[in-house]
């Protein structure tokens, strides 16, 4: 014990108005009053320890500070009071002051060690600053505190305990201490008459700070005086702060300036190690297409992302390093790196050559994911060892969030290249885009500008092409369309006719004539010339001119609306047909996309395939098929056969899908089913400006040029569509791929999928393309119920 006076601070704000003195008497009326609560074996000694304290003071109350030195036994045992008799006060920091006033006189060695150099005995830290405001406000709270609960029995909540750093002069490093003032032994004596206080100031929700400014006002601390002593406890709460820390850097990530690169964090975990020689590193598991790659953003916090700098080989061994590592994630320690040895980690010897003594690495999970690594390195021998692990053990569930944090970053990053320069990208060549976006990233990261991403392109892969079309669908919309426009017409000349009727107005009887003069004109043929002037007639002469009626003229208003009710596009009659022409066509495609979503998705099982979808008034695909698509699975030809199988048989069953859809059409619509056979393996690239795959070269365009071109092509010296309703077309320029499709067609008809008869047909030269063949074969249609129905009673009526 010390019995030394230290003036933590000379001056401070406030505490000259302050009048406080010195007295056991705070300490020995707290004896008596637990004396009398007292009712085991410690009611001896408490009598023994206000006796002794009566004894020896004789009456004495206020003591100078000089004085305390002759009373070395009576601070003595009220430490031994306030502590158990076991605990060594040399692990102990506490210490005894005058009342609120940061002046200490007695207090155990540990505690002025850390307040003082022990050779030069000058203060070295101080637990309130001059300038610190924050400390200021809480010495006010509890000076207020203490008289509102020693004199007016009401409960302020004040800071009694603070949070304060001591920098170690041995380590550098900071450690943090909670300090309490025990105010228990300290009375508050009124030095004249004090103000009433209305307690319900205290229940207004006020802050804090406007009622001790209230009570400054109307409560000066200078009425009156703080009598007795303070007991000062110090508790090193280092890793408790760097948990709060860590976890306030996590969920308040915009308030900290070195979220990027986890300084922060990394600064906390050296206070927590308590040695300036150890250096820690973050390092998380960022992975592209599932293995793992080196970014040097990612890895910027890491000891070995440092060790390993730009050097591209070194980094591809760290890749295979942790790939290995991924695999049996455990926890590795070196107090001191053994000498070189064959076979032994890549990274022992760029650690040593960085002069790097200790390392450690502690795989860190998250979720029981691995997330990533902590590493520990020291140049100083045996200094990484199992007990700072051990210290680490509180922080290791913070790292985890922080390291998937990181990954999550990094992965966001990678999406939004890919959305930024792609499209929506399938599952099968996803990877292929994620390899472009960690290249952009390599790029940007090591500072080359403007960096350019990469063409995606896929080599040597077989391409399969299906269009199920809407047979006849620009004459059915202009049937439709006639159809609607005759309903429109018979209503606006009976419009206009009343009108005439009921105004004399010399105009109605010019629009009248206009629209019978349109309504004859619908029977024939109209121009593109003259569906403009028609729009322009009902949109812009007649629908102005009634609207001015409905509008002005509210008296015939009931004589304009059944033309107004008529031409709205949702519920009047003069869109009906092409409503219910609309309501089939989304019928029949929706059913087509819902087969070929569910086969596709099926399909990708058996090998990965690049499938595209196109929408006009059907729908027609792409499918992409090769070893560039899926690197990973060896290819074999046998997965395009299945791929040429599974296509024919999707057509069948899409030919019986949309004709059992018939007796649901508002309007009947039949499909058409084609197939394009390209022999060979073509190239294709994605292009960024139309955001799809296109055939890349000058030799692979022939095969687009193909696809664009058969839609309505002709059997040669007919003037027969290839493409029929109930058939499906195969369109071959090899005769090869001929005799493959044969004996598909002959496998389903054998599962009664497909008709007998099988045509083989010549097609007409198209522009730039001849040689085209194709066989055609007729899709045996399921029997809807009322046909089964219909031919048992045919039957049972034989």
């Known amino acids: 014990m010390q019995n030394t006076v230290v003036h933590i601070i000379e001056e401070l704000e406030g505490t000259k108005i302050v009048d406080s003195c010195l007295s056991f008497r705070g300490f020995i009326n707290y004896l008596k009053e637990r004396r009398r609560e007292e009712k085991t074996m410690r009611v001896k000694y408490l009598d023994f320890v206000i006796h002794h304290f009566e004894q020896r003071l004789q009456g004495k109350d206020i003591l100078s500070i000089e004085e305390m030195k002759d009373y070395d036994d009576l601070l003595e045992l009220i430490y031994s009071s306030v502590f158990p008799a076991l605990v060594d006060e040399n692990e102990s920091l506490w210490a005894l002051s005058v009342p609120v006033t940061p002046t200490i006189f007695y207090g155990t060695e540990p505690f002025y060690d850390l307040l003082r150099d022990p050779a030069s005995k000058e203060v070295k830290a101080c637990m309130m600053e001059k300038m610190d405001k924050v400390r200021k406000k809480v010495n006010f709270e509890l000076v207020y505190s203490l008289i509102l609960r020693k004199l007016y029995n009401i409960n302020l909540p004040a800071g009694n305990s603070v949070i304060r750093s001591w920098k170690d002069d041995g380590t550098g490093l900071s450690r943090f201490y909670r300090l309490n003032i025990d105010t228990r032994f300290i009375e508050v004596v009124p030095k004249g008459t004090l103000p009433d206080i209305d307690h319900r100031l205290f229940n207004s929700h006020l802050p804090t700070s406007e009622i001790i400014a209230w009570l400054m006002e109307h409560l000066p601390l200078s009425m009156v005086r703080f009598e007795g002593i303070a007991a000062i406890t110090l508790t090193d709460v280092t890793e408790e702060y760097v948990v709060d820390s860590i976890k306030n850097i996590i969920l308040n990530p915009p308030r900290c300036e070195d979220m990027h690169n986890n300084k922060g964090v990394i600064h906390y975990l050296e206070i927590l190690g308590g040695k300036s020689d150890l250096h820690f590193g973050l390092l998380p598991f960022l992975k592209v297409n599932g293995r793992p790659v080196f970014s040097d953003v990612g890895c910027e916090d890491s000891v070995l992302g440092e060790v390993i700098g730009d050097d591209w080989a070194t980094a591809q061994t760290y890749v295979k390093m942790v790939e290995d590592y991924f ?144 047979r006849n669908s620009t004459v059915e919309r202009n049937s439709a369309l006639r159809r609607d426009l005759q309903v429109q017409f018979d209503i606006l ?26 309504q004859k004109a619908l029977a024939g043929a109209l121009t593109t010339a003259d569906e403009l002037n028609l729009n322009t007639f009902l949109k812009d002469k007649i629908g102005a001119f009634l609207e001015h009626f409905k509008d002005s003229r509210p008296e015939i208003a009931e004589l304009v609306a059944p033309y107004l009710q008529a031409i709205d596009e949702e519920s009047g009659v003069a869109f009906a047909h092409r409503r219910d022409l609309e309501t089939s066509i989304q019928l029949v495609n929706k059913t087509i996309n819902r087969h070929l979503e569910q086969a596709t998705d099926e399909l990708q099982r058996s090998y990965p395939s690049y499938f595209e979808k196109f929408r006009t008034d059907g729908i027609e695909y ?146 730039g393309v001849s040689g085209l063949r194709a066989l055609r074969v007729s899709v045996k249609m399921e029997e809807s119920v009322s046909e089964v129905k219909a031919k048992r009673e045919r039957a049972e009526a034989e």
């Open 327 to 470: 695999l049996n994630p455990q926890l590795l320690v070196y107090e001191t790196l053994p000498a070189h040895q064959p076979g032994e980690p890549f990274f022992l010897e760029p650690l040593r050559q960085h002069g790097i003594k200790g390392y450690g690495l502690i795989p860190v999970f998250y979720n029981n994911r691995l997330a990533g690594v902590l590493e520990v390195a020291s140049r100083k021998d045996s200094t990484v060892d199992h007990d700072l692990l051990t210290r680490l053990d509180a922080v290791l569930p913070l790292l985890a969030q922080i390291l998937q944090r990181s990954i999550d970053e990094f992965d966001a990053r990678i999406k939004s290249v890919v959305k930024e320069n792609f499209t929506s990208i399938q599952p099968a060549v996803e990877w292929k885009f994620n390899e472009a976006a960690w290249n952009y990233e390599r790029v940007r990261e090591v500072g080359e500008y403007p960096p350019v991403i990469e063409t995606i392109s896929f080599k040597n892969v077989y391409p399969l092409y299906g269009a199920i079309d809407i």
């Open 622 to 767: 792409d499918i992409y098929i090769g070893q560039s698509i899926a690197p990973d699975h060896p290819f074999d030809l046998l997965y395009l056969r299945n791929l040429r199988l599974w296509q024919l048989s999707s057509m069948t069953v899409i030919a019986r899908l949309t004709n059992a859809l018939l007796p649901q059409m508002p309007e009947r619509l039949l499909t058409t089913q084609l197939i394009f056979v390209h022999s060979s393996a073509i190239d294709i690239s994605f292009r960024k400006d139309e955001r799809r795959f296109d055939v890349d070269g000058g030799y692979n365009i022939r095969y687009q040029v193909v696809k664009k071109r058969i839609d309505k092509v002709h059997v040669r010296d007919t003037n027969e569509r290839l493409t029929q309703p109930g058939k499906i077309a195969i369109i071959y320029l090899n005769e090869r791929e001929a005799d493959e499709y044969r004996g598909y067609i002959r496998y389903l008809q054998e599962k009664g999928m497909l008709g007998a008869e099988v045509e083989n047909l010549d097609l007409e030269e198209l522009q």
């Open 493 to 518: 000349t009976s419009t206009l006719a009343s009108l005439q009727q009921a105004v004399n107005l010399q105009l109605l009887e010019e629009l009248l004539f206009q629209a019978r003069k349109w």
